[in-house]
């Protein structure tokens, strides 16, 4: 019997998810929103991490996010952030 796989990630390659898809999963109201913690967290032309810990990478000219991050996200599986004063 084989065992049903709740993970976004399906076995081979992990998928890169696109921003839209990214705000839907995490029920965002606006992908601009995602945009917005970009701009706000650390990251050069390659990618980085958003001000509330999520990770991102450049693929060309397009932000794609891979699916195993979005779910550590979910988990909670966050780096720190640095509190503002």
């Not at 998928?15 to 701009?39: C, M």
């Not at 032309?45 to 891979?66: A, F, Q």
């Amino acid at each position: 019997m084989e065992k049903a796989n709740d993970s976004l990630t399906p076995s081979g390659p992990a998928p890169l998810l696109d921003t839209t898809a990214v705000a839907k999963i995490l029920g965002v109201k606006n992908h601009r929103s995602l945009e917005q913690w970009r701009f706000r967290g650390k990251g050069d032309k390659n990618g980085g991490v958003d001000c509330h810990g999520l990770r991102w990478i450049r693929v060309g000219s397009l932000v794609r996010y891979r699916a195993e991050d979005v779910e550590r996200f979910i988990a909670g599986d966050r780096p720190a952030r640095k509190k503002r004063r």
